[in-house]
């Protein structure tokens, strides 16, 4: 496939599942009127593909931009999207300072990883896609906690492939030392408790999150199964995926191994 110039992202606003939360992205999209040229219109024959991008924890979508603009100068359509209370997805005029992004952080205790990022955000992206892209295949990448989501969720069924990025069980029980990561992660929940929000950034993990999604992500650590051993419920949906998947992992990221 030959590369070419990549195209001119839109800005873009997509309702989550269930509540309708207004989801910042950023649609990168080589078919569109807007991006027509002799560079990056495809040939009729060509099948056309959507990549959907699913981020790590409190990794904001610009991270991904550079990738995006890849995918998008091979004539691939890509859209990248911010959960909620991450990144641009915080309600409109609400964060002026790191103060105030911290304070909004403190007012939804209750957001949680899959009940609101996956059963809401990444399904109501995925919905999105398959309305307003039914034309192209759709295809996801997922980024650690972008990947373990996806497999729980009804709408993966109607994804034809999928790249997982870091997306393995950092069960504690796999780690060197055990007892001192269960440790570090007992002083990370009382900490997250007490200052009512996750600050997940001083353990490298983005940008801080609210309190439930960095609970969750702890209360999975302590799970063999990770997010499947946490519920019956969980594994049931996972057990189930069954979306053709390459598994892509670096040997030292210690939390993304598999």
Same mark, same amino acid.
């Given at each position: ?17 269930? !509540? ?8 990168? !999209? ?51 999207? !911010? ?42 992206? @995925? ?45 504690? /029980?796999?780690? &060197?030392?055990? /007892? ?15 200052? /009512? ?13 609210? @309190? ?6 702890? &209360? ?18 996972? !057990? ?11 040997? &030292? &990221? ?5």
């Amino acid at each position: 496939m030959e590369k070419k110039e990549g195209v001119k992202p839109q800005s873009i606003v997509i309702p989550a599942l269930i !509540d309708q939360y207004p989801l910042s992205a950023i649609l990168y !999209d080589p078919y569109s009127n807007n991006n027509n040229s002799d560079s990056t219109t495809p040939q009729n024959n060509v099948q056309k593909r959507i990549v959907v991008v699913a981020p790590a924890t409190g990794v904001p979508a610009k991270f991904y931009s550079a990738l995006a603009s890849y995918f998008s100068s091979l004539n691939v359509a890509v859209l990248l999207f !911010d959960y909620r209370y991450c990144g641009a997805s915080f309600p409109k005029n609400s964060v002026t300072t790191p103060q105030s992004r911290t304070e909004v952080l403190k007012s939804v205790p209750e957001v949680g990883l899959l009940s609101h990022w996956g059963q809401r955000d990444i399904a109501g992206i @995925l919905e999105y896609t398959f309305h307003h892209h039914s034309d192209k295949e759709v295809l996801y990448i997922g980024h650690s906690v972008g990947g373990h989501l996806f497999t729980m969720l009804e709408q993966a069924k109607k994804v034809k492939r999928a790249l997982f990025v870091s997306v393995g069980a950092p069960f504690l /029980g796999h780690w &060197d030392e055990p /007892g001192s990561v269960e440790v570090a992660f007992k002083k990370y929940r009382k900490q997250y408790v007490k200052i /009512g929000y996750a600050a997940t950034s001083s353990a490298g993990l983005g940008n801080d999150i609210p @309190l439930k999604a960095g609970l969750d992500w702890i &209360d999975w650590i302590f799970c063999e199964r990770y997010c499947a051993g946490y519920a019956s419920e969980n594994a049931a949906k996972m !057990d189930k995926y069954e979306v053709p998947t390459l598994f892509v992992y670096f040997t &030292d &990221d210690v939390l993304g191994s598999p």
